[in-house]
């Protein structure tokens, strides 16, 4: 496992899920009962915002441990689609007010900060291509024929 394997499209999404993931256990909102976190209003848009930090938990892990590009390309393919899924359901979180919530905490912040940094890793990691292992070849040339 070499940490050198990781493009800045992985560290991004690895950042992402880690604010995602950070945002879960924050204070998303105040309300007239109290600061309520992502699991006191666990619902459907919790839930994506999870799917969509582990899709890029998945790309880094594959990244660092598959030997061929194939895994780490296609996981990163549907890290795109699950991170748009994530920022809509992050924005969602933003403008919603459960339980008569009357202010929007850094909780709810930090998992749009987190969802947005997961698209764009995941877009930068298709966007770049892998570096080789190896030293390209560089043969002679052939003696043309006279």
Same mark, same amino acid.
């Given at each position: 496992?070499?940490?050198? &394997? *990781?493009?800045? %499209?992985? @560290?991004?999404?690895?950042?992402?899920?880690?604010?995602?993931?950070?945002?879960?256990? +924050?204070?998303?909102? +105040? !309300?007239?009962?109290?600061? *309520?976190?992502?699991? $006191? /209003?666990?619902?459907?848009?919790?839930?994506?915002?999870?799917?969509?930090?582990?899709?890029? @938990? !998945? @790309?880094?892990?594959? /990244? *660092?441990?598959? &030997?061929?590009?194939? /895994?780490?390309?296609? #996981? !990163?393919?549907?890290?795109?689609? *699950? %991170?748009?899924?994530?920022?809509?359901?992050? =924005?969602?979180?933003?403008?919603e007010r459960p339980q008569h919530a009357t202010d929007v905490c850094i909780?709810?912040? =930090? !998992?749009?900060?987190?969802?947005?940094?997961? #698209?764009? %890793?995941?877009? #930068?990691?298709?966007?770049?291509?892998?570096?080789?292992?190896? +030293?390209?070849? $560089?043969?002679?040339?052939?003696?043309?024929?006279?």
């Amino acid at each position: 496992m070499k940490l050198s &394997r *990781l493009r800045s %499209g992985e @560290l991004v999404a690895l950042a992402g899920a880690a604010l995602v993931v950070v945002s879960l256990f +924050e204070c998303s909102y +105040e !309300a007239p009962t109290g600061r *309520l976190d992502a699991w $006191d /209003t666990f619902g459907p848009a919790v839930a994506l915002l999870i799917v969509a930090a582990g899709a890029a @938990l !998945a @790309l880094v892990v594959s /990244t *660092l441990l598959e &030997r061929s590009v194939a /895994t780490p390309v296609a #996981l !990163a393919v549907w890290c795109v689609p *699950l %991170g748009v899924i994530g920022v809509v359901a992050a =924005l969602v979180r933003v403008f919603e007010r459960p339980q008569h919530a009357t202010d929007v905490c850094i909780g709810a912040w =930090l !998992a749009l900060a987190g969802a947005l940094a997961v #698209l764009v %890793g995941a877009w #930068l990691a298709l966007r770049d291509e892998r570096p080789s292992r190896y +030293e390209p070849a $560089d043969p002679e040339p052939r003696p043309r024929p006279r």
